[in-house]
């Protein structure tokens, strides 16, 4: 529901009071006892008690000359007026049913020069039904994806013995996920689009039982003053368990190190609809581990990204741990059939054990750079 407008918020008045009280809202499902976040939207008890009283004294209007101007939420972006907008060039019809495969939207950037992006948006047309999207940076050198017409949705099945041309290592602007804000890279940091890139949609789309069109843009933020760090996004997963059905606490891990040193600026897990519980640790190398974010209470509608309040040195030979749980038994009632074994899969029936970072490494360092062992 909307909540833009005094009439619109009126008669959810008790129900926000009761999401507030209980710190159900705005969502946030750090562990308090790890990091520090930016973007940490809890409210203080100061505001709980403002909010609580408002509605206890019966939730007066305001004066109307406080309230925004409608005209700023709907179609408006949450960073600052982008200096470049980028739009599927035709709308998507998701159908009312079924399953829909992943659609890959090759958009030419048309630079002409390297361009360093410091905030970025990404905005559905059609939010309901967007599971996730995923905008991939494909340079001019890149054969990847060469079949797919640009402006063309291009997808191969899950099942299909050729899906694996849909796998890349170039590097992520973006990943969009339900309740995950904008990317704000810190001052002297940004992403690099090298001149005569190809921004890359991976869109994932879940039917509702109503069908829509989608046009997702895109809306980038240029950075302003000298780039003392690229940000790289990089994503350590597992994909190979089997969920027994019925389980309500199964364990799924994945360990790697470092090559080199870098800053660590954010964290994102991925789960699906039986994801329960993620955690990220690291260890020094000759130190001891130090978990860096606990996500205990894992929401797959409200997917989140955790940036650090300041980033976070990582030494080469750093080792990182991602740890997650999930609840495959009936007692979870998002879960699809707790009588089927779960694997690995791209649809939401399937699972997912994805843990997203970015990095900051010098400005001359690109993906493959980093991955080298010295």
Do not use: C
């Given at each position: ?201 991976q869109m994932h789309y879940t ?22 760090k690229r940000v790289l996004s ?141």
């Amino acid at each position: 529901m909307p909540l833009v407008t005094y009439d619109q918020t009126r008669p959810w008045a008790k129900a926000i009071r009761e999401a507030v009280l209980l710190r159900h809202m705005p969502p946030w499902f750090a562990d308090p006892r790890w990091g520090q976040f930016a973007n940490d939207p809890s409210l203080t008890q100061t505001q709980i008690e403002t909010i609580a009283g408002w509605v206890q004294s019966g939730a007066a209007a305001g004066s109307p000359s406080d309230a925004p101007k409608p005209s700023v939420w709907p179609r408006g972006w949450n960073i600052p007026q982008p200096d470049a907008v980028f739009e599927m060039p035709r709308p998507y019809q998701i159908p009312a049913t079924g399953e829909v495969d992943y659609q890959y939207i090759v958009i030419p950037t048309r630079f002409t020069k390297d361009e360093w992006v410091r905030q970025v948006e990404v905005r559905p047309s059609a939010r309901s039904v967007v599971h996730h999207a995923v905008i991939y940076i494909r340079e001019p050198s890149s054969q990847w994806l060469r079949a797919a017409k640009p402006g063309v949705p291009y997808s191969i099945p899950e099942s299909d013995a050729e899906h694996r041309q849909l796998w890349t290592t170039s590097d992520l602007l973006l990943v969009y996920a339900p309740g995950n804000p904008p990317v704000r890279l810190p001052e002297g940091m940004a992403k690099l689009i090298p001149a005569g890139s190809d921004l890359v949609l991976q869109m994932h789309y879940t039917p509702n039982g109503r069908a829509v069109n989608d046009q997702t843009r895109i809306g980038l933020v240029f950075a302003r003053g000298p780039v003392r760090k690229r940000v790289l996004s990089l994503q350590m997963g597992n994909d190979r368990f089997v969920i027994p059905p019925g389980h309500p606490h199964f364990y799924v891990g994945v360990s790697g190190t470092l090559p080199n040193a870098g800053e660590l600026l954010s964290l994102f897990p991925h789960m699906h609809l039986r994801g329960q519980s993620f955690r990220f640790d690291m260890i020094p190398p000759g130190g001891k581990r130090q978990t860096l974010l606990a996500v205990e209470h894992y929401d797959f509608h409200w997917q989140l990204s955790y940036q650090f309040t300041q980033p976070v040195a990582l030494a080469a030979g750093t080792r990182l741990e991602w740890s997650a749980y999930y609840d495959n038994s009936a007692d979870n009632p998002r879960n699809p059939d707790p009588t089927e074994a779960v694997r690995y899969g791209e649809q939401s029936r399937s699972e997912m054990m994805i843990g997203f970072f970015d990095i900051a490494v010098p400005p001359n360092v690109d993906k493959q750079q980093f991955f080298v062992r010295h």
